[in-house]
């Protein structure tokens, strides 16, 4: 088949599924920089330092959104400091410890069905259990372990992928010199398979700030700026439950557009973040 020219007709169809291809790609990042430099013309002319630096007033006729970023930021620390050990554990127990492969397929089976979950129905169980069963009040601690319900899910398959990408003769190497299974994972294992860990939380971390649907049940409304402690049984309002108050309710479209702004550099900083951290517990 070397050297085989091909036919005009087979030339003329290649060329024509490069073309789609290339109009594919040319679509979705004109589409993608189209929504965000929309959001962003809309956004940044109304970010200002009093909204971003004081709280909403009735009173005093004022929109502050320091407290919902302030939420924000505590929700995000507190389920991925729950959710980090347990999913983490979880997929390396399953991948690297598990002999009883049905029972772990089994498991792999339930954490995919759970990622399909719409997250308004954890949000619902969440209230359920968290605040009517357990009888806690609405806040960060309900909103929060609502959340790591949701994400663990995807950390332990995202790990599990990763762990599965490293190569056996690794670990056999590691063995072969003396370590033990446990040194042998810590010390080889985990760091080749950084990557997929950190993408995982890069990709929980972007559910939790993007979501509002299951925070409305959970973690409430408020817009009152309180410490962390506080806010753990506080209603306490994320940025994106913010932005659904002030678009919805209030009709502050121009405010709902500077969140949305918010959000977007937030989760950016944050992406970045972590892959810096991911880069430097590799090496």
């Known amino acids: 088949m070397e050297g085989k020219t091909l036919s005009p007709s087979r030339r003329l169809y290649d060329r024509g599924l490069r073309a789609l291809l290339y109009?594919?790609?040319?679509?979705?990042?004109a589409l993608l920089v189209l929504i965000i430099g929309y959001i962003f013309y809309r956004g940044v002319p109304y970010i200002t330092i009093p909204l971003l630096t004081s709280e909403s007033s009735y009173i005093k006729d004022t929109i502050g959104i320091l407290p919902n970023i302030l939420n924000t930021l505590y929700l995000v620390l507190l389920a991925m400091v729950i959710v980090l050990p347990l999913g983490v554990g979880a997929a390396i127990y399953l991948t690297e410890y598990a002999s009883n492969r049905?029972?772990?397929?089994?498991?792999?089976?339930?954490?995919?069905?759970?990622?399909?979950?719409?997250?308004?129905?954890?949000?619902?169980?969440?209230?359920l259990f968290f605040i009517q069963l357990m009888g806690w009040k609405t806040g960060v601690l309900a909103g929060g372990l609502t959340l790591v319900v949701m994400i663990l899910p995807t950390i332990v398959r995202t790990t599990q992928e990763s762990l599965k990408t490293v190569p056996?003769?690794?670990?056999?190497?590691?063995?072969?010199?003396?370590?033990?299974?446990?040194?042998?994972?810590?010390?080889?294992?985990?760091p080749n398979a950084i990557d997929g860990i950190v993408t995982g939380c890069i990709l929980a971390v972007g559910r939790?700030?993007?979501?509002?649907?299951?925070?409305?049940?959970?973690?409430?409304?408020?817009?009152?700026?309180n410490?962390?402690?506080t806010s753990l049984e506080a209603s306490s309002a994320s940025?994106?439950?913010?932005?659904?108050?002030?678009?919805?309710?209030?009709?502050?479209?121009n405010v709902a557009f500077a969140i949305a702004t918010i959000l977007m550099v937030l989760t950016l900083v944050i992406n970045l973040s972590a892959s810096l951290v991911g880069k430097k517990l590799k090496k």
Do not use: Q
């Open 208 to 225: 939790i700030v993007g979501e509002s649907a299951a925070l409305l049940y959970t973690a409430g409304f408020g817009l009152v700026l």
């Open 227 to 229: 410490d962390f402690f």
């Open 23 to 29: 109009l594919c790609g040319f679509l979705t990042c």
């Open 168 to 190: 056996n003769s690794y670990r056999e190497g590691s063995l072969a010199l003396g370590a033990g299974k446990w040194h042998m994972i810590r010390t080889v294992v985990l």
């Open 102 to 127: 049905k029972l772990v397929s089994m498991i792999e089976f339930a954490t995919e069905t759970l990622t399909g979950i719409p997250s308004i129905i954890f949000g619902l169980v969440g209230m």
């Open 239 to 253: 940025l994106t439950v913010a932005l659904y108050v002030y678009a919805s309710e209030r009709g502050e479209t």
